[in-house]
């Protein structure tokens, strides 16, 4: 009886349509990665802008006092545009920036890719809530991511100080304005 060797290895061909097949799942899977980071990114800076708000509130309400929250430069004073912190004070000069006798109940890091700006009433860099929670003010965070457009996001606050997370109101999406059009970069 004659018995046969079998090799358990691979031939050339078969291992290059392997590294083909591979190739071209990394290569479409890819973007779509990129694609779903970025809008997770937007979905942490949009839940951190949310909860800064609604401590905002809090702190006025809980201290009895007037609140301000904005976005902060290097020089801590309020500014409306690309800012990679957020605070949270008492802004007892009402000159928007942290000075020597103001109390500061938070400063946080927000880690984003694209544009961030404060679209407030009245040109305000700042958002400020009353001691009885009411916003001075309303406006809006918007975000816009750097690459992927469906990524950018909203949240408004209202004169009555509760936020709202902008929602894609016609699903092609983008994040849609109240007036229901999209976000304007």
Avoid: W
Avoid at 105 to 120: C, E, H, M, T, W
Wanted: proline share 1%; charged share 20%; aromatic share 8%.
């Amino acid at each position: 009886m004659k018995r046969y060797k079998y090799n358990q290895g691979l031939t050339l061909a078969e291992l290059l349509i392997c590294l083909s097949i591979v190739a071209l799942l990394i290569g479409v899977g890819i973007p779509s990665f990129s694609s779903i980071q970025a809008r997770m990114q937007s979905y942490v800076l949009t839940s951190t802008l949310a909860r800064s708000l609604a401590a905002a509130r809090d702190f006025a309400l809980s201290s009895n006092s007037t609140v301000t929250l904005c976005g902060i430069n290097q020089q801590q004073e309020c500014v409306a545009n690309d800012f990679k912190e957020i605070s949270i004070f008492i802004d007892r000069d009402k000159n928007a920036a942290i000075t020597d006798n103001e109390h500061i109940f938070l400063i946080s890091s927000l880690d984003y890719s694209g544009q961030l700006n404060l679209r407030a009433a009245l040109r305000r860099h700042y958002i400020r809530f009353k001691k009885e929670g009411s916003a001075e003010q309303a406006g809006s965070f918007i975000y816009c991511h750097a690459k992927y457009h469906t990524a950018s996001s909203r949240i408004t606050v209202s004169m009555s100080g509760r936020s709202y997370i902008g929602r894609d109101l016609d699903g092609d999406g983008i994040v849609d304005m109240t007036s229901g059009s999209p976000i304007s970069c």
